[in-house]
């Protein structure tokens, strides 16, 4: 049943839940005894003010497609992937051992192997769990929330041991080959007579972003196996009664899934770190799935919210300075009330809505 | 004896690891068996660690912080009642909506009180638990082998890790010998028929979260006026997933629950004292490995390589009255 007209359904409600979330964290603002609009402004200045802050801005960005992508794509077919945190972990191995294996000598030949290198262990990464609740009927939340927890121990071990930089104190791999160095944005920009940071560490990843944006559209609306993942997602009995194998849907979906939450590593790995450390992720993983959220699971959608969440990573960072009283944490809080309203919440704001459009559809009619 | 003595020492702080574990673990005991799937545990552990740290730092009561904390933890399980219960949202989004809320509030809120990065001042008298020495431990400590047991191993605890190993038996008849218990476990298996029967579902699942909340706020309780003496940033470091392990590994059962949450905690006893553990010089276990183990466990667990977990039928599902 459409109660809502399309606009209302991708436009409103979300627009209407961040609009809550944002009320109940400046509520924490005013708490604390702090100015809501004073944080707003220094956190929008610290994130668009300047060409850093906006470098910053789409370096976050960068990683939150990616991994918004990630949970998308199984939210398609159904499956929720906790687990872009280890898959994202553990693609930055796949990332590193294929930089360190050669002396690359230019970034366009290093990229599109580090892509395949990366992409391969994320990808398998997820299709364990997805393996397991395909053919033995494990939870995939449960299970990939335990392989978050087995990546970053193994991600620690290998750092600590075989791919441990035996020269440094700290857990890291030695740095890639100065061949392997992604184009900054300063270094993109500059030859066209545009003036940007050379601090901030948005990179060439950005585009390769949102090419996969892309490509995800037209995977699932524009190809067959992406109607099967969505089929499987809406219907999955009528699926398999349509010959779709639930077995073929829930492991090629987690994937690709995996694949993409893997290619935040290309962007903090490679473009940004030039050297695999342990606690890359950050919470990106988690991110994401605020991320598809918010975007309602549509490419565009998701884009936009990474724009939004990534302003929200730097504005944070900037408040530092501005605004020692709040700590950079408070950006966790608006994360984690824009997930409550826009994903659990959501009926709390959709089921007055809907009644209001009928029965302005039955005063119409 | 030195060998004893050492076993009984690793035997010790497993216990003192494993109540956490086995508090938080009853507490999704409860709410699962309700069929409201609970990964939220690690957050409303950490708010309650926060809030009864604070309150027993201003007030010097720790009891006073151990309400505090509950109320706290309270106040989190509502949030996840009021999403996954009263608007039937989706109680996995609910769950990481609670944990991040505490990962930033914890921090935010204790920068801006004691400015010192998210952590709270550390506690004196009167403000945490002190072990306690259960009667003739002294005397017992002469006896050579049953005597050190008793007044190393059973005696010498904070009062809550009595508590905790008190609520399994507890936890065990309040859900197969009581009415509330057979309704509570009914509601995760098959709604619609508790429902038929006249009892309101709602109802039930909000009482199975409310005991959730108040477990998750003692187990967050003694992390920060037991186990430690303050609340330090991300205190709980992934307990409450290692207690929704422990439930998975225990099969949704409260005694089994008790067994795996003693093996979590031996194993992260073993990884504190004896980071790598070198096997008669062949290989070494690396403590990243004793960390994963609970993981691994319950992942074969789950994959019914080794027994199979079946959980409760309509977990995760919210119900939806027909009408």
């Known amino acids: 049943m459409n109660a809502m007209p399309r606009w209302a359904d991708i436009i409103l409600v979300p627009f209407i839940n961040l609009i809550l979330a944002f009320f109940v964290a400046g509520l924490v603002v005013l708490a604390i005894g702090e100015n809501p609009f004073d944080m707003i402004y220094f956190m929008v200045k610290g994130a668009l003010g300047s060409t850093s802050g906006i470098g910053f801005t789409l370096y976050y960005a960068t990683n939150y497609i990616f991994t918004g992508l990630a949970v ?14 280890g898959q994202a972990g553990i693609a930055g191995i796949g990332v590193a051992i294929v930089l360190l294996a050669f002396d690359w000598p230019h970034w366009t030949i290093a990229m599109p192997f580090a892509i395949i290198g990366g992409a391969a262990f994320g990808a398998l990464w997820a299709a364990i769990p997805g393996y397991l609740q395909a053919k033995r009927g494990s939870h995939i939340v449960v299970t990939t929330i335990m392989f978050n927890f087995i990546g970053a121990a193994l991600l620690g071990y290998l750092l600590n041991g075989i791919l441990k930089n035996p020269d440094l104190q700290n857990a890291e791999s030695r740095a890639f080959p100065t061949g392997a160095h992604l184009p900054t944005f300063h270094e993109m920009l500059a030859p066209l007579g545009i003036e940007f940071s050379k601090s901030a560490p948005a990179n060439v990843s950005f585009i390769f972003a949102l090419i996969c944006a892309v490509a995800v559209y037209f995977l699932l609306w524009r190809t067959r196996l992406g109607y099967e993942i969505r089929s499987f997602g809406h219907n999955e009995r009528a699926a398999t009664y349509a010959g779709i194998s639930s077995v073929k ?14 290619m935040l590593a290309i962007n903090v790995v490679m473009g940004e770190q030039e050297r695999l450390i342990a606690s890359f992720v950050e919470g990106a993983g988690f ?18 919210a990474a724009l939004l969440f990534g302003m929200l990573n730097q504005g944070g960072f900037e408040l530092l300075w501005e605004m020692p009283a709040i700590s950079k944490e408070m950006v966790l809080v608006i994360q984690a009330l824009s997930i409550l309203f826009t994903g659990a919440l959501d009926n709390m704001v959709r089921v007055p809505l809907e009644r209001m459009f009928l029965r302005m559809k039955k005063g119409a009619a | 004896m030195d060998f004893v003595l050492q076993v009984l020492l690793t035997f010790d702080m497993s216990i003192r690891l494993s109540v956490a574990l086995l508090l938080a673990c009853l507490a999704g005991l409860f709410s699962e068996r309700a069929g409201v799937v609970d990964i939220g545990l690690e957050g409303k552990m950490l708010i309650a660690a926060f809030f009864a740290a604070v309150v027993s730092f201003e007030t010097g009561n720790v009891w006073l912080g151990v309400l505090a904390g509950c109320a706290a933890s309270l106040t989190f399980s509502m949030i996840h009642a009021v999403a996954s219960i009263t608007y039937q949202g989706n109680q996995l989004i609910s769950g990481v909506a609670v944990n991040f809320l505490a990962s930033g509030l914890t921090v935010v809120m204790g920068n801006a009180w004691y400015k010192k990065g998210g952590q709270t001042p550390t506690l004196t008298e009167g403000g945490r638990f ?33 508590l905790a190993y008190l609520a399994v038996p507890l936890a065990w008849w309040v859900l197969y010998r009581t009415r509330f218990g057979l309704r509570l476990r009914a509601v995760g298996e098959n709604p619609a028929s508790v429902d038929t029967a006249g009892i309101s579902v709602v109802r039930m699942r909000y009482s199975a979260l409310i005991i959730a909340g108040i477990l998750c706020g003692i187990a967050g309780a003694y992390l920060s006026t037991a186990q430690a003496a303050g609340f330090g940033k991300e205190m709980t470091a992934g307990r409450g997933f290692i207690a929704l392990a422990a439930l998975i590994f225990a099969k949704w059962r409260p005694f089994q629950a008790m067994g795996a949450c003693l093996l979590f905690g031996f194993l992260e006893a073993i990884s504190n004292l004896y980071p790598n553990i070198d096997v008669f010089g ?5 403590v990243q490995f004793t960390q994963a183990m609970p993981f691994i466990m319950t992942v074969v667990i789950l994959a019914g390589f080794v027994g199979k977990a079946i959980p409760p039928r309509a977990v995760g599902e919210p119900y939806v009255k027909e009408r």
């Open chain 1, 287 to 304: 991110v994401g799935i605020a991320v598809a959220l918010m975007g309602r699971s549509h490419p565009f959608g998701i884009v936009l």
């Open chain 1, 249 to 262: 849907v829930i492991i090629v979906a987690m994937l690709i899934s995996g694949g993409l939450a893997g």
């Open chain 2, 282 to 286: 062949l290989f070494t276990i690396p």
């Open chain 1, 72 to 85: 998308a794509v199984a939210f398609h077919a159904r499956l929720f992937n906790i687990g872009g945190e």
């Open chain 2, 130 to 162: 002190y072990d306690i020495t259960l009667p003739f431990a002294d005397f017992f400590q002469s006896i050579p082998l049953p005597g050190p047991i008793y007044s190393e191993l059973i005696s010498g605890h904070k009062s809550i890790v009595y």
